[in-house]
Nanobody, 127 residues
Framework: VQLVESGGGLVQPGGSLRLSCVAS????????IGWFRQAPGKEREGISC????????VHGDSVKGRFTISSDNARNTVYLQMSNLQPEDTGVYYC?????????????????????WGQGTQVTVSS
């Protein structure tokens, strides 16, 4: 299983970015893709998830209304559209795959429920 994130970069406050997570090597049809981020000196934070079969999503309170997760199953790609970015959004953004039931508000942000992780992409929000 391989997850590859891309789309990070430097953006000014109020700007937007779209991150991509391309997944490959799966042998199962049902799964959850989650997005996490880790700011310097802080623990990894769950942001959002999307379930493969029904497309249900969860967005964390810190990003709700600004970030949107979506998927293109034909391309095995999950996106994280980020708008109105703020300096506190700075960090390394990771995608991860877990079982489909993980994509629930009570569990989506639990690191230990995800089985495979990408290497991350850096997002820096600064003027």
């Amino acid at each position: 299983v391989q997850l590859v994130e891309s789309g990070g970069g430097l953006v000014q406050p109020g700007g937007s970015l779209r991150l991509s997570c391309v997944a490959s090597g799966f042998t199962f049809d049902t799964y959850t893709i989650g997005w996490f981020r880790q700011a310097p000196g802080k623990e990894r934070e769950g942001i959002s998830c999307i379930a493969r079969t029904d497309g249900s999503t969860v967005h964390g309170d810190s990003v709700k209304g600004r970030f949107t997760i979506s998927s293109d199953n034909a391309r095995n790609t999950v996106y994280l559209q980020m708008s109105n970015l703020q300096p506190e959004d700075t960090g390394v953004y990771y995608c991860a795959v877990g079982q489909e039931w993980v994509c629930h508000r009570s569990s989506y942000d639990h690191n230990d429920l995800y089985d495979y992780w990408g290497q991350g992409t850096q997002v820096t929000v600064s003027s």
